[in-house]
């Protein structure tokens, strides 16, 4: 019934409001009372910078050239929309949802799920037990940009970070799609965020962030088929086979003579089913058959579809030869790159960076620039540029460099990581 989570929806009534509300740190007021305490939080994660360079890093393909394939910022952009259409129908908080929605993929790395892979590899000498879970993984780094890294000017024109509410810090760690779950349910007490050591292993504090949660994966899955159309990944035969999974699992049964459509190409009753369609059947399935007491699920047909389609996705697009064969390309990037910034540990610690890297423009302004934000590199600048973040790293200690390194390859979008790469091994 639309509105049946009224009564459990994130709001002044809650009695986890003032925990869904508290901020580290009290943000400047503006004298007005215009936006709500989440609406703030959407429009400061909107102009941060990491937000921004969404929009050249990899969702699937990577470093795209044709514009009509999706980047990380048309699928937050999707995650936003499908999110705010299920909160708004079940009667939860849409401020609050969208605002975990836009900043729920902020610290992903170049090259998409490939580069945290290559990135979590590459802090092999950190110091964690054998079946310790990853070093570096997006949901984690997500917070951790929006805690330390990301900064706006305050009125007094000073940078400080975004000192997000922990409503919407909390959707952004705990967000994570890849896991299938059926009648997802927040928890029911806070955690100090940091304290999660694995994305997907603890729930979202609000229905809110579980309904995000859910719709990462409902907005992925639909679009990531119409792009590997558009790159002809997906042969006939997998046309067929995905035609087969409607039918098998939906019981739907495409009209035999029916053409196949551009967009997915899954054939439905005489018309094709686009992504969009895709789309609308999971969400209103899913409206329909949500409630506060069974949680956020599908029905069993479309879970099972969900799960079928995931299984010809990795099959058919994400095990294609091309994508594999462009991740040992990402390997060599951002590892030529996190080898070439090691090598200049000695130099940041005689503040020398900016002679060393004269053959690099682009790395020397932009690592320069990051280690007098985030490191004791030159306090005495840092202070020149009013920047009041914290210091984050010390350049003197071998693991809280490597850190440092992995952190300012992460923000990189994939175009500025080749363009570092080729820096470097151009003569």
Same mark, same amino acid.
């Given at each position: 019934?639309?509105g ?67 980047t ?12 705010a259409?299920?909160a708004?129908f079940?009667?939860? %908080?849409?401020? /609050? +949802?969208e *605002?975990?929605?836009? @900043? ?6 170049p090259?998409?799920?490939? !580069? ?17 879970p ?15 890294i ?10 400080? %970070?975004l000192? /997000? +509410?922990? *409503?919407?810090?909390? @959707? ?10 059926? !009648? ?8 100090e ?8 292993t ?48 939906? !019981? ?21 089913v686009?992504t969009?369609?895709?789309?609308n ?74 002679s ?13 620039d990051?280690?007098v934000?985030?490191?004791n ?16 790293f ?25 363009q ?8």
């Open positions: 019934m639309k049946s989570f009224f009564s459990v929806r994130t709001d002044e009534h809650s009695p986890s409001w003032e925990q869904c509300i508290k901020r580290e740190n009290t943000l400047y007021g503006r004298g007005n009372g215009i936006r709500s305490e989440f609406e703030r939080d959407y429009t400061r994660i909107l102009h941060c910078e990491a937000y921004r360079r969404l929009k050249h890093k990899t969702q699937v393909f990577y470093a795209p050239k044709n514009d009509h394939i999706c990380r910022i048309e699928h937050v952009s999707h995650v936003a929309s499908v999110s259409t299920i708004k079940l009667g939860l %908080n849409e401020e /609050l +949802t *605002a975990i929605a836009i @900043g729920h993929d902020i610290g992903h790395a090259f998409g799920h490939t !580069g945290e892979d290559i990135l979590n590899s590459l802090l092999k000498n950190q110091k964690e037990g054998k079946n310790a990853k070093k570096f993984w997006h949901e984690r780094n997500s917070l951790f940009f929006a805690d330390f990301e900064t706006l000017q305050n009125p007094d024109g000073a940078l400080e %970070n000192d /997000l +509410t922990y *409503a919407v810090r909390d @959707g952004m760690v705990c967000h994570c799609g890849e896991i299938d779950q059926q !009648g997802l349910k927040p928890r029911t007490e806070p955690v965020l940091y304290s999660i050591k694995k994305a997907g603890v729930q979202p504090f609000t229905w809110e962030g579980c309904v995000v949660k859910t719709s990462d994966k409902i907005a992925f899955l639909g679009r990531d088929i119409e792009d590997a159309r558009l790159y002809h990944i997906i042969d006939m035969a997998a046309y067929r086979q995905l035609r087969e999974i409607v039918g098998a699992t939906l !019981g739907l049964k495409p009209d035999r003579g029916c053409s196949l459509h551009t967009t997915n190409g899954v054939c439905r009753s005489g018309r094709a686009n969009t369609v895709l789309i059947d999971m969400i209103v399935d899913l409206c329909a058959q949500s409630s506060p007491e069974k949680g956020i699920c599908f029905s069993r047909p479309y879970f099972q579809f969900i799960h079928e389609l995931k299984r010809f996705s990795f099959a058919h697009i994400y095990s294609n030869w091309r994508l594999l064969e462009f991740q040992k390309y990402a390997e060599q990037i951002l590892g030529c790159i996190y080898r070439t910034l090691l090598k200049l540990q000695v130099y940041a610690q005689n503040r020398r960076i900016e060393v890297l004269r053959y690099a423009p682009g790395l020397q302004k932009t690592f320069s990051w280690l934000k985030y490191s590199y030159d306090i005495k600048k840092k202070k020149i540029m009013r920047c009041g973040t914290k210091e984050v010390d350049i003197n200690d071998n693991e809280s460099y490597e850190k440092c390194a992995v952190e300012y390859i992460s923000g990189m979008t994939d175009q500025f990581a080749i570092v790469y080729e820096e470097i091994i151009s003569f």
